[in-house]
C-alpha cells in the first residue's frame, strides 16, 4: 500500500510538473502577444500619429506656406494699376521750335489723378491727322525709344518728350508744313485712343499748332518722371 501510494504520489506530482511546464508555455505565449500585440498596437498609434503629424506639416509647411506666400505677394508684389483714362489725364504741350540747330519739342504729360499709384508700362501710341484734311499722317510709338515700367503716384506725373519739325526748309520760304493739328491722339498701353488738345507752355495753356513739317521724322521718347 505504501509503493502504491508513493507511486499515486509520484505520478501525481510528474503530472502537476507536466500541467505546469504545459502552462508555463502558454503563459509565456500568451504574455509574448500580449507584449507584441501592445508593441504593435502603440507603433501603429505611433505611426498613425506621426503619419498625421506628416501631413499636418506637410500641409502647414506647403498650403499655409503658399497662402503666405500669396498673401505676401500680393501685398508686397501686387500686380501694378495700369495708367488709363480711368485714373490719369492726358496734356500735350509744345515746348520750343525748331530751327536749323535744333528740334523742335512738346511734352507729352501724363498726370495721376487716382488715389493709388499707377504705372505706364509697354508701348504708347502717338498719332496725328492734319486739320486741313491733307494727307500727312503721324503715326508713331517708342518702341525704339523705351517701354520700361514707369511709376506715376497720385497727383504727379510722367513726362515723353515728342520731336519733330515745325519750320520749312525746303527752300520755298512757305511757312506752311505738310501737318498741322491742334489735337494729337495717343493710346497709352492697355487704354483706349485719347484726343488730346494742343496747347502752348506757359500758366495760361493757350492753343498751338503742332506743326509737323517732316511728318516722318517725328519721334516719341520713353516716358520719365
Known amino acids: 500500500m505504501r509503493r502504491r501510494a508513493g ?7 510528474l503530472l ?3 500541467s505546469l511546464t504545459a502552462c508555463g508555455p502558454e503563459e509565456g505565449k500568451a504574455a509574448y502577444n500580449g507584449e507584441s500585440s501592445s508593441s504593435s498596437d502603440a507603433a501603429s498609434s505611433e505611426g498613425k500619429t506621426g503619419g498625421q503629424g506628416k501631413e499636418n506639416g506637410s500641409g502647414n509647411n506647403t498650403g499655409s506656406g503658399k497662402e503666405d506666400g500669396s498673401g505676401g505677394g500680393s ?16 496734356g500735350f504741350v509744345v515746348v520750343q521750335h525748331s530751327n536749323d540747330r535744333q528740334d523742335a519739342k512738346a511734352e507729352l504729360r501724363v498726370t495721376n489723378t487716382g488715389s493709388r499709384t499707377c504705372t505706364i508700362v509697354g508701348v504708347t501710341v502717338f498719332m ?3 486739320i486741313t ?11 525704339g525709344t523705351g517701354v ?15 520731336k519733330y519739325i515745325d519750320h520749312n526748309n525746303d ?18 498701353p492697355l487704354d483706349d485712343t485719347r484726343s488730346v488738345e494742343v496747347k502752348r507752355a506757359g500758366e495760361g495753356g493757350e492753343m498751338a499748332s503742332f506743326m509737323a513739317c517732316a511728318p516722318d521724322k517725328v519721334k516719341l521718347g520713353a516716358f520719365s518722371n
Open 133 to 143: 484734311g491733307k494727307p500727312a499722317t503721324v503715326e508713331i510709338d517708342n518702341t
Open 128 to 130: 496725328a491727322k492734319d
Open 16 to 18: 502537476a510538473a507536466v
Open 171 to 188: 527752300g520755298t520760304g512757305s511757312e506752311e508744313c505738310a501737318l498741322e493739328a491742334h489735337e494729337v491722339q495717343v493710346a497709352l
Open 7 to 13: 507511486t499515486i504520489t509520484a505520478g501525481a506530482v
Open 75 to 90: 501685398g508686397d508684389s501686387e500686380v501694378a494699376e495700369s495708367c488709363t483714362t480711368k485714373n490719369t489725364e492726358l
Open 148 to 162: 520700361d515700367a514707369v511709376d506715376v503716384a497720385p497727383g504727379k506725373s510722367a513726362v515723353a518728350t515728342v
